[in-house]
Structures are given as C-alpha cells and as structure tokens.
C-alpha cells in the first residue's frame, strides 16, 4: 500500500485566497501531498506537520499570463544570456518572487523540453505552459523587428509568415498537432512608431487570414491570444472571436473606450503587460536597479544591459525612443483604467524576456502599475491569481487557495492590502506542495 500522502498546515497567518473574498485573519490551510484539503478557519488535523505564518498572509501562488522564457529580458549584448545555465537562472527568479505558474505567450522551440525538466524537478521552476508558436502576417511584428535587430536565426525559429486563408489553416493544423496550451497570433501595423519608428509600418493579417486563423485555432480547441496595440486592431481581433488580448491597447486613447466596452460583453480577457512599456525607460532612469537585482536575475543578463552593444542602452539613449515610451506608458496606464471601468477582465501579464524585461522581477512591478493604473490592491491580486489562472485555461486546478485546488501558495511578510509592494517580500513560496525558501533560491 502506498504510504499516506504528509500534511502540511500554514497556520496562523491571514489568507487571501484570491477570489476577491474578504481575508480570513487567523487562517489556516491544510495541504495533503500536493492539494488543498482545507483553508480558512479550519482545525489542523492531528499529525499535520504546522509552520506557523502568525503575522504573515497567505496568497494563492502568483500567475504571469505572458513570458517569453527563451528570450533573455537582457541587453542582446553577451552571448552568455542564451546558455542553458541561464535559461534555468531566469525560471529560479520566477519562484524566487512569488511566481509558481507562467504562460510563453511565443515561439519557444524548447518549450517541451523546459516543461520536462521543470515537472521532473530537474530544474526549479514555476509551472510553464506556452503557445510555443505565433503566427503573423509576412514581414510584420515581431519578425521585421526581429530582422531588424539581425536576431532571426536566435528567435525566430517558431514564427510563420501567413499570408493566405489556406496557409493560416494549414499552419494552425500543424500547430494544434503538438498539443501547445493556446494560439497566438499578431495583429498589428506598428510596434514603436514615432520618432524611431521601430518595426513600425507593416502589414496587419487580412480580414479573411484573421478570421481563418481564430476559427481553426477554435475548432482544434485552442484558445487564440493577439498581439495587438492600437485600438481597431483590439477591435478587428475581438469581432473575430479572439479570446485574450496580449496587451492593453498600447497606442491611443481615442477610440478605446467602446472597444473595451465590446470585449467585456464578449468576454474578452486581457494581459495588462505595463511593467513592459515601462522598461522601455525605466532601467535608464533606475541604474542602480541592476546591483539591487543581483542574486536575483542571472549576472549574465544583468551585465548583459549595460555593455557597450546592449540593444537597451541603443534605445534609451538614441534620441526620442524615451518620450515615446512615455507617451505609450501613459496612454497604456489610461486605457488599464478605461478597461477595468468597462468590465474587462484584466489578467496579470508582464511580458517579460523582452530587452530589459526581466523575469520574475516585473511581476510585483506590475502588481504596483496596476495599482497606480486604478485597480484596488485586491482587483490586483486577482488579476495575477484567479483570473490569470482562468486565462490560461487552468481555472480549475489553479488561482486560488481553495479546497480540491493544487497547493501552489505564497506567504509574504505584510499586508498587501494596505501596500501592494508588500508582495516583494516572500518568505515562503509553495509549488505543488513543495515548499521553497526564497532566500536560499539565489542565481549567479
Ligand atoms: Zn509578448
């Protein structure tokens, strides 16, 4: 017979259990191999082995609905940031903040792979689900950036150009056969327009291919993600029945409103992804971030942003890429605030591993923006627990500290009701039952 499964009791603490519920002070969860057997006030059963978290609260493990783990978050400058040892250094910083489940929302060739050695326990990691592809009109974003930067043979090996109603069934065919956890898509003209103009000026999909790749996209059962940024590309997607839309309407404020108005009564999600316009400057005006982070973001990558060739430093210090980064920064804070007063179902997404995206490291940072931007503390904590769980499909196993649920949980040292950076301070982080200590999680 097998042995029976140990039970652990987090006791003491106040749990926030991430349906927006009221917190339950003097709480107790009771975890029984890797579920949840009980939460709230609940008695211990004998025999449970009891960590006390008296002072502390207790929140379901924090979901970032869109990563790119094979992109570095680094300057593009040191060959380092690719290797394998940091690859692993970049999902360490995921659980080391907090993080026990992501979504790569792009062209990951080794999604599998990472998904293997993580779920064996070979590399410590927060659980990856991914759409390991993204389809996109010829030429247009990411891949004219991506040619742009001379970075196709490292990045694009998982991107199709479609140009066609039967190359975009073809290709989702294809793609649906390798069982990935979504279909994203691309759906945008320009990236970074302005004074750079930076794979700016493209090609959007053709109604026609828009609609081919959503509907095969559904009839193979996967839930379709686009990337877009200007207010009727969200409205081109979300009338063709997208599901999720990657970011918030980046690019302007007119037009907005009745677009997010559409997406709530069609329930459309959508990631919030600011931490990512606000690296766009943020680590030019923060440069002692970078020695703050160390131990907690691979060197390489850390280096890797300030050197000579660094793609981060190009941007921040040509001229005008910043004031256009904070024209992006205010009109995507303003269009957060638009969303959530429609009704939109706003799900915590950083996109991080893009230059100057640092894993793990955006997710409390967009847990403070979607403050600022008008969430409550609670809405926020929301975003990145029950509804990120419920966007990348994983609604009924993960979100929220539930009983039946798989025992992913945090303890952080505060109330993050009264200060959401409260949650930069984890002492415990638990993963399908496995508890890790956050201070013994360094990278180098
Ligand atoms: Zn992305």
Known sequence: MAAEAKIVALVGGTLIDGTGALPVRDAAVIVKGNRIEAA?????PPGAAVRRVDGKTILPGLIDAH????????????????SAATLAAN????????????????????????KADIDSGAMPGPRLFGVKYGLTAPDSHPMGLLRELRAVDKLGSHFREVDTVEEARSWVKKIAAEKPDGLKIYHSRSEFPGTNCLDCNREKQKPE?????IEEGHAHGLRVFAHVAWPSEAREVAEAGVDCLAHPITHAETGAAPVFELMAEKGVWMHSTIVRVENYYALRVEPFLREKLRGKVADAILDSLAMENSVARARHEGDGISADARRIFDVTMANIRRARKAGVAI????????????HGVGVPRELELLSEAGLTAMEAIVAGTKTAAGAIGQGDRLGTVEPGKLADMIVID???????????????????GAVFDPAELTVH
């Open 414 to 432: 505060g109330d993050p009701l009264r200060d959401i950076s409260n949650v930069r301070k984890v002492s415990l982080v638990m993963k399908d």
């Open 40 to 44: 709230g006030q609940v008695s211990v």
């Open 347 to 358: 799900v915590l997404g950083t996109d991080s591993g893009g230059v100057a995206g640092l």
């Open 209 to 213: 291919v828009l609609k081919a790749l």
């Open 91 to 114: 999902l360490k910083t995921y659980l080391i903040h907090g993080v026990t489940a992501i979504m790569d929302m792009g062209a990951q060739p080794r999604l599998d792979a990472m």
């Open 67 to 82: 990563v790119h783990v094979g992109t570095s978050g680094g300057g593009l400058a040191d060959p380092r940031e690719f």
